[in-house]
């Protein structure tokens, strides 16, 4: 599809699809929050729109595997992925709060970031593979018994704890309504919304162009190397930080950590820029991994501890507004500053990061105005 676009036409054309692609995912992770918050059926509240978005997703699968390489139709079914899997993601974010007690919810959010982090890993990994293989058909098809299996657990382990509201059963036009016009029963809850949201914002630009710094500034012989290297040890920093920080939150509070796990995130941005050696880098960058992990974990915990309980569905869903918001935000003022610095490769990268330790430290200055937690 992309071939009938000029050259520099086409990272353009990526972009709008991707974005346009997320945009629709978002909103549908939000409708379908909502929208679960008011079910009562039979099979419980979360159920039935976590078995829909899976159901309607395997047949997408299917296209992307015997068409996978059919123009217009790749950029409909991307959409479509969107779509249909945040159908069930808006309905199962919400499990974390309307099943764990309060006093379990870090140690329980530590796990699933674990998890979180462990299958984006294996997938960007082994589909990257797959496809750098030119193998994308297969890649499409090893999807659909990840989904029947980790669905099937899900759908049997909640079994007998999701159950439906008292509510009238839910209907469209609500929903559209309390999306556009959200009753703000947790003021405190849209701190935290914020302060995610630029706390992570703070740590995308070393995701997204540690490439080029490696190549232009630090001069490495083999940029790729030291990228494969950095995204390792920030993995293995997060999920144990996910864990450690996770459970460490339901003794001493979630504000505590994700506050200072900001800082520290601030703090080691702003000193990337100064750091000659890869080395240094490497330390530094594993701070930023921490902060991931506590996002990760800590943040879902007290995004339960906040919402309302019969509105989690709702309230987690503006929780992944905030994460998936600063993934679109950041690469777009990230890759300005670079372009606009184009002509001093290091001024744009110093500013860059300065400018990334600058929303950590306006996220953690958001997190202030939390609740104790």
Known sequence: MLKAFPLYLRGIALGAIASGGVTLGVITNLISGIFSDGLNTRLGRRRPLIISGV????????????????????????????ITSNVAQGSYQPLLPDLIPKEQRGEAGGFLGLFMLIGNAMGYGITGLLVGSNELSLAALLVIPVLLITSTVTIYSIWKFDTGTSKQTQNF?????????PEIKSPGFFWLVLG???????????????????????????????VAITGLVVLLVAMIASIL??????????????????????ISMATIPFLKSFYAFLAAAAAVGATTGAFSSVE??????????LE?????????????????????????????????????????????ALFYFIGSGFLLKTPKG
């Open 196 to 226: 995610t949201f630029f706390a992570l914002i703070g740590s995308s630009g070393l995701m997204y162009f540690e490439l080029y710094y490696f190549k232009y500034v630090l001069k490495l012989e083999n940029p790729a190397y030291g």
């Open 300 to 309: 879902a915990a007290f995004a339960g501890d906040l919402s309302p309980s």
């Open 245 to 266: 920080l996770g459970k460490l939150s339901d003794k001493v509070g979630r504000k505590k950590i994700l506050m200072y796990t900001a800082a520290a995130g601030g």
């Open 312 to 356: 989690t569905g709702q309230y987690m869903a503006y929780s992944n507004l905030a994460i998936g918001g600063s993934s679109a935000v950041a690469p777009i003022i990230d890759g300005t500053i670079i372009y606009v610095e184009s002509k001093s490769i290091y001024t744009g990268f110093l500013l860059m990061f300065l400018l990334s």
């Open 55 to 82: 159901v309607s997703l395997i047949p997408i699968m299917l296209l992307v595997a015997l068409f996978p390489y059919a123009g217009l139709l790749v950029a409909i079914e991307y959409v479509a992925m969107e």
């Open 173 to 181: 036009i609500l929903t559209l309504k309390k999306m556009f016009k």
